[in-house]
């Protein structure tokens, strides 16, 4: 089946530090890709939507600024933590699909800010 | 808004045992429904899907039937077995015809299942 492959899976890093994390579709071109942000014992939040070549749709509450999103080809999404401080702290995982698949999800990435 | 609320866990239990993670949502409109299950290392899978009320999705054994009067998809298996320990996240679209675009998701419920 499609496969969604995101990295690293695991990063700490010092506060005020920018952190870049990699979503790509290794068998499908991925016309959208969608972040994730799950806090402990909470729910998975959607934080921004993407289409290859346009720019993100972000959550209400999710700052621009601070979680760049970049889908500059249907196979890869990054999401930068800019400037990241401890309460940003959290589980992040994309998923992928286009027209006619349904949704995949990477495995994850755990970032610790210190 | 739309939400979806299930049991916190862990749930732990013996191999062969009777699983049960209830589900409920809130949701204006007429939803599809999804569990999710996530294995260690690895990314969400889908395990299974309803898209309308008294739809029942069923894979591996595992099985939950979308409830419209409750407004819950409870995750059912008859007997666990140790691969089955994973997280089980339960989820709503907020687009009908089983359409997965933008999803709302439960906190999971990790189950561990014990030889």
């Known amino acids: 089946g499609a496969v969604v492959s995101q990295h690293p899976s695991r990063v700490i890093c010092k506060s005020g530090t920018s952190v870049k994390i990699e979503c790509r579709s290794l068998?499908?071109?991925?016309?959208?890709m969608f972040w994730y942000r799950q806090f402990p014992k909470q729910s998975l939040m959607l934080m921004a939507t993407s289409n290859e070549g346009s720019k993100a749709t972000y959550e209400q509450g999710v700052e621009k600024d601070k979680f760049l999103i970049n889908h500059a080809s249907l196979t890869l999404s990054t999401l930068t933590v800019t400037s990241a401080h401890p309460e940003d702290s959290s589980f992040y995982i994309c998923?992928?699909?286009?027209?006619?698949?349904?949704?995949?999800f990477g495995s994850g990435t755990q970032l610790s800010v210190l | 808004g739309d939400s979806v609320t299930q049991m916190e866990g862990p749930v732990t239990l013996s191999e062969e045992a009777f699983l049960t993670i209830n589900c409920t949502y809130t949701a204006t409109g007429y939803p599809s429904l999804f569990w999710y299950v996530q294995y260690p290392g690895e990314g969400l899978q889908l395990l299974l899907k309803?898209?309308?009320?008294?739809d029942k999705g069923s894979n591996k054994g595992f099985e939950a039937t979308y409830r419209k009067e409750t407004t819950s998809f409870h995750l059912e298996k008859g007997s666990v077995q140790v691969s089955d320990s994973a997280v089980y996240f339960c989820?709503?679209?907020?687009?009908?015809?089983?359409?997965?675009?933008?999803?709302?998701f439960g906190t999971g419920t990790l189950l561990a299942v014990q030889p």
């Open positions: 989820a709503l679209s907020d687009r009908g015809g089983g359409a997965t675009n933008k999803l709302i």
């Open positions: 068998d499908f071109q991925a016309t959208t």
């Open positions: 998923s992928a699909n286009a027209p006619g698949l349904r949704l995949f």
């Open positions: 309803a898209t309308k009320a008294d």
